[in-house]
């Protein structure tokens, strides 16, 4: 994502002429786009993706079980 970003900026940049970015070569401006799908196919293919995404739902599911548990008044009580 902040290949993109970066690519958006340097593109605008280049495109309004502003600054050093004006005299740059359009291959060296362009270069974070093709990172951003070297970043993304490398990440599809290291089931990098995949592992986040499930995290996040373990997280949800883990939230949701606790807020059912609080609302049934079932949480753990700490010994005296």
Do not use: C, H, N
Request: zero cysteines; aromatic letters at 14%; charged letters at 25%.
């Amino acid at each position: 994502m902040y290949f993109l970003i970066l690519g958006i900026i340097l593109l605008l940049l280049k495109y309004l002429e502003i600054g050093p970015v004006a005299a740059w070569s359009w291959v060296t401006v362009l270069a974070p786009f093709g990172l951003a799908a070297l970043w993304w196919a490398w990440a599809d293919w290291s089931g990098y993706t995949k592992r986040k995404a499930m995290e996040k739902e373990g997280l949800k599911k883990e939230r949701r079980l606790q807020k059912s548990r609080d609302a049934l008044g079932q949480t753990a009580r700490r010994r005296r």
